[in-house]
């Protein structure tokens, strides 16, 4: 009689997504200076694909243990993304009590949870510049965030430790994050911040990103959606953005209870963006997201997505520096890519 009670005070949940697709692209750096198309299986189209435990221990008077594990991999291949972390994707424990909670670990950052209601296509590979929105810090290690939703208002706070002996700044992060859902309408504003480690020779330097996102549901069957994102990177990386300001607007549109179109347009004003020669002004680039969407049951679907980015590769991605996906070859200006896939969720 112990054991079922204390089994029926505690959930533990498996749970992860399955999602491949071949995608053919053009204009991809080869070994010269023109481009080259290319087809290829990749993994994790409209969803990253992952598997992870979810849990929770009912402590009584409205408390609960909390803890999640998730790993991300590739399905084409079959190896641990996020460096090979065995749960790089998240890693925490914590405490809540009714609609609050605290939590340890490696966890996404406040920015990256405000804008995911926001974003035209939920952060989905194809084809969304998710690490232009966020940055390429959307989950912090050693954080310690709050979480609290009051009615139609979800905050966010976060700080993550940088463990450097003698500086509390150096390699640290922090942010904070405010969703209001009210009916039809949505606003979100996001602020995060990322310092690089300190060295013996140099102080830390700084990222501040901030964001705000809006959403109206016009009719039961029509979303639409805008988001402005700041940035100031402070770190001369090579092909990396100094100052730009991103702006995004999408709809999604439901003709039919299975299908789900999203189109959505993205311009990324460059101020400055680093180069190694020096910090220069680049012609700006945009890129046009169409993806249609068909429900198989709740849990599988299929889908196709096609995107062309003008004076960059696709989504962006010549301004992520060493983390780019998409290299463009140095005579072409433009890149157009198209995928087509399937994901399960279990």
Same mark, same amino acid.
């Given at each position: ?189 996001? +602020? /995060? %911040? ?5 060295? $013996? ?5 700084? =990222?501040?990103?901030?964001? &705000?996102? #809006? ?51 993205? +311009? /990324? %004003? ?5 180069? $190694? ?5 680049? =012609?700006?680039?945009?890129? &046009?997201? #169409? ?56």
């Amino acid at each position: 009689m112990a054991t079922g009670s204390a089994l029926a005070q505690t959930s533990v949940t498996l749970y992860g997504v399955a999602d491949a697709y071949i995608e053919y692209t053009n204009h991809n750096l080869g070994t010269g200076p023109d481009g080259h198309s290319k087809v290829a299986l990749n993994s994790g189209g409209m969803s990253p694909s992952r598997w992870g435990l979810r849990g929770a221990e009912d402590l009584g008077s409205g408390k609960r243990a909390i803890f999640a594990l998730e790993s991300g991999f590739g399905l084409d291949n079959g190896v641990s993304l996020q460096g090979g972390r065995l749960f790089g994707r998240q890693a925490w424990v914590g405490l809540a009590a009714e609609n609050q909670q605290i939590t340890l670990g490696r966890q996404y950052t406040s920015l990256f949870l405000a804008l995911a209601n926001y974003v035209p296509a939920a952060y989905a590979t194809l084809y969304e510049p998710v690490l232009a929105i966020t940055g390429l810090s959307s989950r912090g290690d050693n954080m310690i965030k709050y979480r609290g939703v009051f009615g139609g208002l979800t905050t966010e706070l976060h700080w993550s430790f940088g463990e450097q002996p003698g500086t509390m700044n150096g390699g640290a992060g922090y942010g904070a994050g405010l969703d209001y859902q009210a009916g039809k309408f949505g606003i979100s504003t996001s +602020y /995060d %911040n990322i310092n690089t480690a300190r060295s $013996a020779t140099a102080s830390y330097t700084r =990222t501040q990103k901030a964001a &705000v996102g #809006l959403r109206y549901q016009i009719t039961s069957q029509l979303l639409a959606q805008a988001v402005y994102r700041y940035n100031k990177n402070d770190t001369p990386t090579v092909n990396t953005a100094a100052r730009d300001d991103l702006w995004i607007i999408g709809v999604n549109y439901s003709p039919i209870q299975p299908v789900t179109l999203t189109a959505a347009f993205y +311009y /990324d %004003n460059v101020k400055s963006q680093y180069t $190694a020669a020096g910090n220069f002004n680049p =012609t700006n680039p945009w890129q &046009v997201t #169409l993806i249609a969407d068909y429900a198989l049951s709740k849990r599988t679907d299929v889908y196709v997505a096609t995107a062309f980015t003008k004076n960059a590769a696709l989504n962006f991605e010549n301004l992520n520096g060493a983390a780019a996906a998409y290299q463009l070859a140095p005579n072409e200006k433009n890149q157009f890519g198209a995928g087509i896939g399937m994901r399960h969720k279990f």
